[in-house]
Nanobody, 126 residues
Framework: QVQLVESGGDTVQPGGSLRLSCAAS????????MTWVRQASGKEPEWVSG???????YYTESVKGRFTISRDNAKNMVYLQMNSLKPEDTAVYYC????????????????????WGQGTQVTVSP
């Protein structure tokens, strides 16, 4: 059974930090590109960051320098370290996986991905 289980979401003050984790199981994790997508209430999903199977990382402009994506293939885990959080980072964060095809997909549409988690809520509020 394929599973992506996110954790680490919380409520923090602006300027704070959080580390999101995503535990993968049931598929060949090391052959997949992994991505974080977020969706704020009433808005379309937004691609945040991706890491390909070889460890190359990609970020949307608004999080560059603040967020860091990483993966541990031995543990089937992907992480998103989020620093200097802003109220506009408030959203449900989803972990998604896609079999590596040579180019990482930087889209928020769930249809782009083979696997999708249940999400974890991040709220940034004074």
């Amino acid at each position: 059974q394929v599973q992506l289980v996110e954790s680490g979401g919380d409520t923090v003050q602006p300027g704070g930090s959080l580390r999101l984790s995503c535990a993968a199981s049931g598929f060949a994790f090391e052959k997949h590109d992994m991505t974080w997508v977020r969706q704020a209430s009433g808005k379309e999903p937004e691609w945040v960051s991706g890491i390909d199977r070889d460890g190359e990382t990609y970020y949307t402009e608004s999080v560059k320098g603040r967020f860091t994506i990483s993966r541990d293939n031995a543990k089937n885990m992907v992480y998103l370290q989020m620093n200097s959080l802003k109220p506009e980072d408030t959203a449900v964060y989803y972990c998604a996986g896609r079999y590596h095809i040579g180019t990482i997909v930087a889209g928020g549409n769930r249809a782009h991905y083979h696997y999708w988690g249940q999400g974890t809520q991040v709220t940034v509020s004074p």
